[in-house]
């Protein structure tokens, strides 16, 4: 196939941006105690502000992002439960930069909703059910792989596992979401390079073969090897067996000697000898680490979240492995923020997420029963894509600081000071105020903000203003 001279040319002045901003090469960054980042590394399982594998962060001032694109900066976007995520932090407990990390998007090449088993870019997917091997799957668009077909284009979250009866990985699905189409025509897919041939510039990523040779390569100083964790985009069709002509290539370089880290997913290739295993492509050394709970044991298939420092190899040398157990102490899925969209205590929606709370024990709630705007904590779990409540609590509003939702008309817009007034249909105006990390959800603009009714997500200052983190038009 003859390159695309102009993709080319586009990527490369993509390259140079990265380069110019610190690309992965600023991911690569020390450790915390040296004025660095440390990074987390896992699948969103609740808000309040974001929780990731169980663990909340403070999110009011990061930069969520993905790179959708890689001929255009990574733009803002939509955080959703079930994504991988890749999460930068300076100071403990506070995002700085969340980054939505998909396995892979591309189209459905075989399939079998009995099986629960899906191909896409020659990546092997299987639905997961069970909360103890991992996030349930949530689907979007769909309500499960029944509503799918060959060549439809489906966005798969995950984790690689490898499973020795078979021979390969399989990524065990977190998430699902069919999409109308390929996110800027190109076909994305990540993994671990195996059998590198440098005369060819070929190589593997699970089923696929990827022809390398027109590439252009971020960071732009590295050169290709067994073993490295990649990123990879194509605007061509995949070929026979498949093959896909890469475009663009990014190097993913996380693990930095002595970058601090905490990294979730199932356990591949353990080796108990020498408390050694995998999640992922990220290679982990328990020999020093400490097992919670105690009375459980390391194996494969289970769900981990391990912290501790990368050393000089890129392995990760854990000081706390713990494993998840939903249902026995931890939580599948959290939820706190406002109720909004509420049609039943079997329909309505938290920060965004359906939620049906029919069967749910009810704490501190009103008489009346569970209605729109009540401040609530839920405690549930995944069924297809809605959350089930176990539990919710009604709690009254918490005040500065916390992420809640208003929704109103938008009045007295000033797009070059990014404030607006928020008009409740009752109540009291709201001053809101939106920064470089606000998200206005398509097709909402701030120049097509005025006189809108929108819902807005954000939290209140000290001075009584309110900080958009996102905002959208109302249902």
């Known amino acids: 196939m003859k390159p695309n001279f102009r993709f080319l040319l586009a990527l490369l002045g993509a390259a140079l941006g990265l380069a110019a901003c610190g690309g992965d090469q600023q991911l690569a ?82 399939i079998d ?50 499973e020795a009866a078979a021979g390969r990985s399989v990524v065990l699905a977190s998430r699902i979401e069919k999409r109308a189409a390929l996110p800027g025509g190109l076909i994305r897919v990540a993994g671990r390079v195996q059998d590198y041939d440098p005369a060819t510039r070929r190589f593997r990523l699970g089923d696929l073969t990827v022809a390398a040779s027109t590439a252009l390569i971020v960071p732009a100083n590295r050169t290709l090897a067994n073993g490295q964790s990649v990123v990879v985009w194509s605007d061509a069709p995949l070929g026979a067996g498949p093959t896909l002509d890469a475009r663009f290539i990014r190097i993913r370089e996380r693990a930095s000697a002595d970058r601090e880290a905490q990294v979730a997913g199932p356990v591949s290739r353990y080796d108990a000898a020498n408390a050694r ?61 406002t109720i909004t969209d509420f049609a039943s205590a079997a329909d309505f929606r938290v920060r965004g997420v359906r939620v049906d709370a029919a069967a749910a024990r009810l704490t501190a709630c009103p008489a009346t029963g569970l209605a729109a705007d009540l401040y609530v904590e839920i405690e549930g779990g995944l069924q297809g894509g809605r959350v089930v409540a176990s539990r919710v609590s009604c709690r009254p509003e918490p005040g500065t600081g916390a992420v809640v939702e208003r929704r109103g008309r938008a009045d007295n817009v000033d797009v070059a000071n990014r404030t607006f007034a928020l008009t409740p249909v009752a109540g009291t105006t709201i001053a809101v105020a939106w920064t470089d990390t606000t998200l206005f959800v398509a097709p909402l603009t701030p120049q097509t903000l005025a006189g809108r009714d929108v819902e807005v997500t954000g939290y209140f200052g000290a001075a009584g203003v309110f900080t958009a983190r996102r905002i959208e038009l109302q249902n």
């Open 277 to 337: 295993f995998e999640i992922g492509d990220i290679a982990v050394d328990a020999r020093a680490a400490t097992v919670e709970p105690a009375s459980q044991t390391l194996a494969d298939g289970k769900y981990v979240v391990v912290k501790g420092r990368f050393g000089s190899d890129g392995v990760l040398l854990a000081s706390k492995i713990k494993i998840r157990r939903p249902g026995a102490g931890d939580i599948e899925i959290e939820l706190k923020g």
């Open 29 to 110: 960054s020390g450790g915390v105690g040296e004025g660095g980042t440390g990074i987390v590394i896992g699948t969103t399982t609740g808000f309040g502000s974001v929780i990731v594998d169980g663990a909340a962060w403070d999110d009011r001032e990061a930069r969520i992002e993905v790179e959708a694109d890689p001929r255009l900066p990574a733009e803002l976007a939509d955080l959703k439960l079930g994504q991988r995520v890749e999460l930068e932090y300076a100071h403990p407990d506070v995002a700085r930069q969340i980054r939505i990390e998909a396995e892979a998007i591309g189209p459905i090449a075989a």
């Open 113 to 162: 909703p009995t099986a629960g088993h899906l191909t896409v870019a020659g990546q092997r997917v299987r639905v997961n059910v069970d909360p103890l091997a991992g996030p349930v799957t949530l689907f979007e668009g769909v309500a499960d792989l029944a509503g799918l077909a060959i060549a439809d284009i489906v966005e798969i979250h995950g984790s690689p596992r490898f």
